[in-house]
């Protein structure tokens, strides 16, 4: 099956090498004429894009500059707790904006829960990039990721996972307490790792990237997305560029490494997202706000 599904994205590839040039030299215009007959002209600037308008009267927003809309997608629509209707430029991207955002606030919990059965365990946070304990490195993904989480399953899996760690018994109680604490939202090092990711996505998405066309177009597609665990039918070790390599090098930097395959490849393609967004609305649109 894995052989199968290796020649199937091979195959997507090559489709997606051939008509590269195309999406390239019409999928910009394509996708502004759809968005002026739904959302008025970009002369009057669209003035049925309310989310949008919504979006650039916050005071911290700037949306005239790639910076400025790379800063404000992560930090205003990823990590942001504010109710708000996803902008328009953002419409055909709904489904994976809200994917990342429920990532985000997972690998934050998580994180936060490997560093503390580091901690009982008295080792470092390194020791959660190696192979012995993925077993229980996925059990512990998968009770965080299931449909309804169950207090005492993620603190299960947090105490196997210690006990693997140090090789024998750790402090049950004081981890447990630690563990409930990061659930219910009120652990310092939650909030510290939640501030840390979005570092880690801002690195990731200012970061100039090489392997990918200036439209934003990936050279290569990779496979599964976290749901309910890791890569549910996916393919492992897919062709990455270097700054896929680049970006799980900084999640393992930023203490963010159970999760750092996942935050890795959704990081580089929320910037794909992005940069699409201010090549197709940039000088039309958002420049003009």
Same mark, same amino acid.
């Given at each position: 099956?894995?052989?199968? /599904? ?14 590269? !040039? ?10 502004? @004429? ?5 959302? @008025? ?14 979006? /650039? ?11 400025? *809309? ?16 996803? !902008? ?41 990039? =190696? ?8 059990? *512990? ?6 449909? %309804? ?10 105490? %196997? *996972? ?22 219910? =939202? ?12 979005? /570092? ?10 090489? =392997? ?5 177009? !990936? ?14 039918? @996916? ?11 680049? /970006? ?8 963010? @490494?159970?999760?750092?395959?996942? *935050? ?26």
């Amino acid at each position: 099956m894995k052989k199968v /599904s290796v020649c199937e994205v091979d195959l997507l590839n090559a489709k997606l090498a051939q008509i590269a !040039p195309f999406i390239k030299a019409q999928g910009s215009e394509y996708e502004r @004429g759809r968005f002026e007959e739904a959302f @008025g002209s970009f002369d009057v600037g669209c003035e049925n894009a309310l989310a949008m308008q919504a979006w /650039s009267g916050v005071e911290t927003v700037d949306l005239k500059t790639k910076a400025g *809309l790379i800063k404000a997608t992560v930090e205003n629509l990823v990590f942001s707790n504010a109710k708000m209707d996803l !902008p328009e430029v953002y419409l055909m991207d709904m489904d994976f904006i809200m994917r990342v955002r429920r990532l985000a606030t997972v690998t934050g919990v998580g994180n936060a829960i490997a560093i503390h059965c580091c901690s009982a365990a008295k080792v470092g946070v390194g020791c959660l990039t =190696g192979t012995e304990l993925q077993v229980d490195k996925e059990r *512990l993904v998968l009770a965080l990721t299931a449909e %309804r989480i169950e207090e005492s399953d993620v603190v299960e899996c947090a105490l %196997r *996972l210690s006990k693997g760690l140090a090789g024998g018994d750790v402090d049950e109680g004081g981890l447990k307490g630690r563990v409930l604490e990061t659930l219910k =939202g009120t652990d310092a090092v939650a909030k510290l790792i939640a501030k840390r990711t979005q /570092s880690f996505f801002l690195n990731v998405a200012e970061r100039e990237r090489k =392997g990918v066309e200036e439209s934003g177009i !990936p050279v290569t597609l990779r496979s599964g997305l976290m749901d309910g665990g890791r890569e549910k039918g @996916g393919v492992e070790n897919v062709e990455v560029d270097e700054i896929e390599e680049w /970006s799980l090098k900084e999640a393992v930097r930023f203490g963010l @490494g159970l999760f750092g395959e996942e *935050l890795g490849g959704e990081a580089v393609k929320l910037r794909a997202v992005v940069e699409n967004a201010w090549e197709v609305f940039g000088e039309v649109y958002l420049e003009k706000l």
